[in-house]
DNA sequence: AAGCTATATTCTTATATTAGAATATAGATC
DNA sequence: GATCTATATTCTAATATAAGAATATAGCTT
């Protein structure tokens, strides 16, 4: 992995946003468009800008698409350190920090990514 | 400080390898120019674009124009943490390192950053 | 002041990025 | 199989970025 297309990634606040989402774990789309409040269509071709440099993963659950930073084991240093900085720089700052506490709040029932037991309960639709 | 904008100073591969070698210390515009091995034109535009958005400062002293990272107590957090990690990431790569030699290598003299003793024997011109 | 050196700016062209609108697709459900 | 949901792609237009050629400028030197 090239350190000048991680940057490249990181050069934009949509995917700076996104990413610092995924730190916290694996989401779906429309979970990170609720918590945006960007277009789908914006939200899809960031995550595809990403997922096309090996930003991210993305795995299909039915319907779903789950996204989610590559397992640890295989990030190259770059990416390693490039993520822990950026983890470390987002922390205190407003945007990044409300993007996390409207994430923390959001019922997340809807996708497969809603915990065993609460399937149960699952919405009907993400909208 | 913008961390989106610091990421935008950091998403060209010219001024990557401009920032990497003012973080041994500050430069002026014909030894980055002889390093890089890159057109005047282009190097000054890059240093013109960090300039603008405060990666680095730039002093003239006569004919020469030196640039250096803003002093260190001046440094807003975010540009601190990923100065550090840009210095990490770029340590065991082969085209950094090679800069990194070749300026060691550089005879300085012709500039004002050339050290006193050494004024003496100041070389005519650059090139 | 004339000429030289180091550096910057302007002009132009090529290319990349970004976003929205409209549409397409994959997989589930009825 | 028709429909619905979540997501992706295509098309288009606006804007930004990058690079080279030519030229301009600031400050020395003589």
Same mark, same amino acid.
């Given at each position: 992995?090239?350190? +000048?297309?991680?940057? %490249?990634?990181?050069?934009?606040?949509?995917?700076?946003?996104?990413? @610092? /989402?995924?730190?916290?774990?694996?989401?779906?789309?429309?979970?990170?468009?609720?918590? *945006?409040?960007?277009? %789908?269509?914006?939200?899809?071709?960031? *995550?595809?800008?990403?997922?096309?440099?090996?930003? +991210?993963?993305?795995?299909?659950?039915? @319907?779903?698409?789950?996204?989610?930073?590559?397992?640890?084991?295989?990030?190259?240093?770059? /990416? +390693?350190? @490039?993520?822990?900085?950026? %983890?470390?720089?987002?922390?205190? @700052?407003?945007?990044?920090?409300?993007?996390?506490?409207?994430?923390?709040?959001?019922?997340?029932?809807?996708?497969? *990514?809603? &915990?065993? &037991? &609460?399937?149960?309960?699952?919405?009907?639709?993400?909208?």
């Amino acid at each position: 992995m090239k350190l +000048v297309q991680i940057y %490249q990634c990181l050069c934009d606040e949509t995917r700076l946003r996104l990413l @610092n /989402l995924l730190l916290k774990g694996p989401l779906c789309v429309c979970h990170l468009h609720g918590v *945006l409040g960007e277009s %789908q269509v914006k939200i899809s071709k960031h *995550l595809g800008y990403l997922k096309a440099r090996g930003l +991210v993963t993305a795995k299909r659950e039915g @319907n779903w698409m789950i996204y989610a930073l590559p397992p640890e084991r295989e990030r190259p240093p770059e /990416l +390693v350190a @490039n993520l822990a900085c950026l %983890q470390d720089c987002t922390a205190e @700052n407003a945007v990044f920090k409300r993007d996390r506490a409207k994430l923390a709040k959001q019922d997340l029932s809807c996708s497969p *990514l809603a &915990a065993g &037991a &609460a399937r149960g309960t699952k919405a009907k639709t993400c909208f």
